[in-house]
């Protein structure tokens, strides 16, 4: 399971089951116009504390995205949880979640493959619940740099079907001539049933806009069956 924010969660699929997401996802940067991707992201629960992912692109040339977008174009990774909340208690879901993601189409020629290594912990009260972490991004390439990213997130049950929820997530600079950034942004998801869910959300950089993104849009039809 993932909230279609900057920010990831503990959760998993079901052990056995399927979770799918048909995204589309953009990102407005300073002088540029909004770009505009589309994809498939298909995760995996291989068992109780293990989900499997992996993510497709559904347009050929989908660009560098962003940091307000949530979906690599290509990419894949395994999320292990490996420590259990407590219901009646303050103990949090723990979990890891290492990643690669692969540049893809003409305009990422030469980009790098960069691997995320993130830790993120999550913790639920009543009708609220809260998630968040850091991981470190490897970033390889002439005046790249390694760099950390971070974030955390609130979301509250306002029905039976419908979640919100605020966030702030950032990165340290990923470039020599580059300088660190924070956005904030909304997110929401409602649930029609069981197999079919709608998840957005919508970001705008707060530090650093102008070299990051001014604004940001996650939208993607959930199946979960």
Same mark, same amino acid.
């Given at each position: 399971?993932?909230?279609?924010?900057?920010?990831?969660?503990?959760? +998993?699929? #079901?052990?056995?089951?399927?979770?799918? &997401?048909?995204?589309? $996802?953009?990102?407005?940067?300073?002088?540029?116009?909004?770009?505009? $991707?589309?994809?498939?992201?298909?995760? &995996?629960?291989?068992?109780?504390?293990?989900?499997?992912?992996?993510?497709?692109?559904?347009?050929?040339n989908p660009g560098a995205g962003g940091m307000g977008v949530v979906w690599a174009p290509l990419g894949g990774g395994v999320k292990y949880r490996f420590l259990q909340e407590d219901a009646d208690g303050w103990r949090p879901q723990v979990g890891l979640?290492?990643?690669?993601? #692969?540049?893809?189409?003409?305009?990422?020629? =030469?980009?790098?493959?960069?691997?995320?290594?993130?830790?993120?912990? $999550?913790?639920? +009260?009543?009708?609220?619940?809260?998630?968040?972490?850091?991981?470190?991004?490897?970033?390889? =390439?002439?005046?790249?740099?390694? &760099?950390? #990213?971070?974030?955390?997130?609130?979301?509250? +049950? #306002?029905?039976?079907?419908?979640?919100?929820?605020?966030? *702030?997530?950032?990165?340290?600079?990923?470039?020599?001539?580059?300088?660190?950034?924070? @956005? *904030?942004?909304?997110?929401? $998801? &409602?649930?029609?049933?069981?197999?079919?869910?709608? *998840?957005?959300?919508?970001?705008?950089?707060?530090?650093?806009?102008?070299?990051?993104?001014?604004? @940001?849009?996650?939208?993607?039809?959930?199946?979960?069956?």
């Amino acid at each position: 399971d993932r909230d279609v924010t900057g920010v990831q969660t503990c959760a +998993l699929p #079901i052990s056995g089951h399927w979770e799918t &997401y048909l995204y589309s $996802q953009g990102t407005s940067v300073a002088g540029q116009s909004l770009r505009a $991707q589309a994809g498939i992201e298909i995760n &995996y629960g291989a068992d109780v504390n293990t989900q499997l992912s992996v993510s497709l692109p559904l347009n050929p040339n989908p660009g560098a995205g962003g940091m307000g977008v949530v979906w690599a174009p290509l990419g894949g990774g395994v999320k292990y949880r490996f420590l259990q909340e407590d219901a009646d208690g303050w103990r949090p879901q723990v979990g890891l979640f290492p990643q690669v993601f #692969i540049p893809v189409g003409p305009l990422n020629h =030469g980009a790098s493959v960069t691997e995320l290594l993130p830790i993120w912990v $999550q913790k639920s +009260l009543g009708l609220w619940t809260t998630f968040g972490g850091a991981g470190y991004t490897f970033n390889p =390439g002439t005046a790249n740099r390694n &760099y950390v #990213i971070y974030g955390w997130a609130l979301q509250r +049950l #306002i029905a039976g079907k419908l979640s919100a929820g605020a966030e *702030v997530f950032g990165q340290t600079r990923d470039r020599d001539d580059d300088r660190a950034a924070t @956005a *904030v942004g909304f997110a929401a $998801q &409602y649930d029609f049933n069981r197999l079919w869910h709608i *998840v957005g959300s919508v970001n705008t950089g707060v530090v650093a806009a102008s070299q990051s993104d001014q604004f @940001a849009y996650n939208i993607a039809l959930k199946w979960t069956p």
